[in-house]
């Protein structure tokens, strides 16, 4: 089950707490009125058949005969219906009233007044009892209550309304409270995502310094600005160390050289030496530029120059590129795009990012590397795959840190390579707005996948 956010459920709450107030006050509101309403109307009718029980053992003792005119006056006034028992004779008005609607307990010789609400036909029906003993008779009145249930019925319409009204009030309120709440938070979470994201430059305002999230801006600000400051020195000791390394660096690389001019002089031992001594100075320079770039990048000194060019003969000519300079086998080329895509790129980069993969592919593959241009997802891919043992799921991530060379490189027997190509290559794409990802090649082992959105042609 998923879970609700915080907004979510303190909305939530405000509803639920808007709704069970108002459901408890409606309720109150309901029977206190329905107790008030139905007390008084039956204590207005028991007045009522008090008096015309009255009337009735007046006409009784006085003028029998005139009882049913009178039942029917009393009916007519009173919108009720009247009945008497007289011995066994049931006496009546013009109204229509059933004796057998009578309960049986209402039929006894007592001397108190009955009253008892039945139900008829689904409608509530009063029934009063009034013993006449001077005169050996018994008044009944019956009053329908079918009124008094309506309006009780409208005024429970009306409390569920308004019930349903607070509620939903109460909901709206909880929304717009949590709102005006919570709209710190998301903020200091949107800069702390573009914070994650690269942007170093943004920062929370702080325009109400006496407000309560006024703390929390500071103390985010103050953290980004130490964090720049960090990451500007480690950068420029980054930066610094690398240049400061390059001339011994070449003195060793032109040393090492010239020494190989003259390796045949060497005894076989020296030349072994000097031999890894090739390599190693190699892998050092490698890792002194690989730490050059990376400190500009962290530094942004190393501004894009962006064209928009089209991928197949950009990639093609990446690749001669790489396989020149870096002395690399021969590469197969495959473009399965439906037509040409062009891509908005920092030539120098790309060209960077290409060599990168295919040097990895070749170190750790087994000597068949392709590249392949595929359409996907809006835009394009250049997928490189080798027929290497691959990179295991657990490890595709961290293969993009620095430094981070993976468990394969010292299973494969080949400890060269500085751990900060992958990390480069994920840097330049994720500046061209692409992304780098690995997946299981067709060839068996590995297929680094970058993605780059498509431009149109001549756009900038």
Request: aromatic letters at 6%; glycine letters at 6%; hydrophobic letters at 45%.
């Amino acid at each position: 089950m998923a879970t609700r956010s915080l907004r979510g459920r303190l909305t939530w709450t405000f509803a639920v707490g808007a709704a069970v107030l108002s459901t408890i006050f409606a309720g109150l509101t309901y029977f206190g009125v329905r107790h008030i309403i139905v007390v008084s109307r039956q204590a207005s009718d028991l007045q009522q058949a008090y008096v015309n029980a009255a009337l009735v053992r007046s006409a009784l003792s006085q003028d029998p005969a005139s009882l049913p005119s009178l039942l029917t006056s009393l009916d007519a006034a009173t919108t009720s219906s009247s009945l008497v028992r007289l011995g066994s004779t049931w006496i009546e008005g013009t109204t229509v009233a059933d004796p057998e609607t009578i309960p049986a307990a209402f039929r006894g010789s007592g001397t108190e007044v009955i009253r008892q609400v039945v139900i008829e036909r689904n409608v509530p029906v009063l029934i009063i009892a009034v013993p006449l003993p001077a005169v050996r008779a018994t008044y009944f009145q019956r009053r329908e209550l079918a009124d008094l249930n309506g309006t009780l019925n409208r005024l429970l319409g009306i409390v569920a309304l308004g019930t349903l009204f607070t509620s939903g009030l109460g909901a709206y309120a909880g929304r717009r409270t949590t709102r005006r709440a919570l709209a710190p938070l998301a903020d200091t979470a949107q800069a702390a995502r573009l914070v994650a994201e690269g942007d170093l430059a943004v920062r929370l305002p702080s325009d109400a310094p006496h407000s309560e999230v006024a703390t929390l801006s500071a103390a985010f600000n103050e953290m980004v600005e130490q964090l720049v400051r960090r990451l500007d020195r480690d950068a420029r000791f980054a930066s610094d160390v690398s240049h400061e390394l390059r001339s011994p660096l070449t003195t060793l690389a032109m040393s090492a050289e010239v020494l190989r001019l003259h390796e045949a002089d060497l005894h076989p031992d020296a030349r072994e030496a000097l031999s890894l001594l090739t390599t190693d100075v190699a892998t050092f320079q490698a890792l002194v530029e690989d730490l050059l770039d990376i400190a500009k990048t962290d530094a942004g000194t190393d501004a894009l120059v962006n064209e928009v060019l089209p991928l197949n003969e950009l990639v093609s000519q990446c690749v001669m590129s790489a396989t020149r300079r870096h002395q690399l086998p021969p590469t197969t080329l495959n473009s399965e795009l439906p037509c040409e895509c062009y891509v908005s790129v920092d030539r120098r980069r790309f060209e960077r990012v290409i060599t990168n993969l295919l040097e990895n592919a070749y170190r750790y593959g087994e000597g068949q590397v392709t590249v392949t241009l595929l359409a996907n997802d809006g835009g394009v891919e250049v997928a490189v795959d080798d027929n290497g043992p691959g990179i295991a799921p657990a490890e595709r991530e961290r293969v993009f840190e620095r430094f981070y060379r993976g468990s394969g490189a010292s299973r494969r027997g080949n400890a060269h390579g500085t751990g900060l190509g992958l990390a480069l290559v994920s840097e330049h794409v994720k500046r061209f707005a692409g992304r780098v990802t690995i997946t299981e090649s067709p060839l068996g082992g590995c297929r680094m996948v970058v993605w780059l959105p498509t431009v149109e042609a001549g756009s900038e």
